[in-house]
């Protein structure tokens, strides 16, 4: 194809329509506004503050925001869940699922955890739970509720052999 004048305008044309495709089909980049506001509501239900800090309290919900922004089918799992999770809500107790009392919170996980094993919605339970895990005992802040002060690795626990010390 010789690139004249007339297939030029074609390829801009094809071009902008496939961009105005990608926006009405609801492709985008970034978690969804549900996501966005359900997310932290559900990491402080599974990571709750007590002694130690909540998820968002060490900025969990922003650390696993940023992953989503980098892998698009995480993405697309997490929207799924946060999305059930604010439906969910919304028909059974008519409010927004980051405004529910912790105790309906809960009620509402506990019905996402049972959820059959290999269907999206325990994916995205057990994806979440695990990495909201991972990045909350990394960071040196959640170590204040479990009477340690450095990380056991590289070092290792040189008292292993000893049964552990409760406070009191």
């Given at each position: ?81 946060c999305n059930w999770l604010e439906e969910y809500s919304q ?78």
């Amino acid at each position: 194809m010789q690139l004249t004048r007339r297939n030029f305008f074609k390829l801009i044309s094809a071009g902008i329509a496939m961009i105005g495709v990608y926006w009405i089909w609801g492709w985008r980049i970034g978690p969804s506004e549900t996501t966005k506001k359900t997310l932290p509501a559900f990491l402080d239900t599974l990571i709750p503050r007590d002694e130690s800090p909540s998820a968002t309290d060490l900025t969990v919900d922003q650390k696993l925001l940023q992953k989503l922004n980098k892998n698009k089918r995480y993405q697309k799992l997490v929207d799924h869940g946060c999305n059930w999770l604010e439906e969910y809500s919304q028909k059974e107790l008519q409010q927004s699922f980051n405004q529910l009392s912790e105790e309906q919170r809960i009620s509402i996980v506990s019905l996402l955890a049972k959820q059959k094993t290999g269907t999206d919605l325990r994916r995205f339970f057990d994806r979440i739970r695990t990495d909201a895990f991972q990045f909350y005992y990394s960071d040196a802040g959640s170590w204040q509720g479990l009477g340690i002060d450095l990380p056991p690795q590289p070092l290792g626990f040189e008292d292993y052999d000893r049964a552990p010390v409760l406070d009191a």
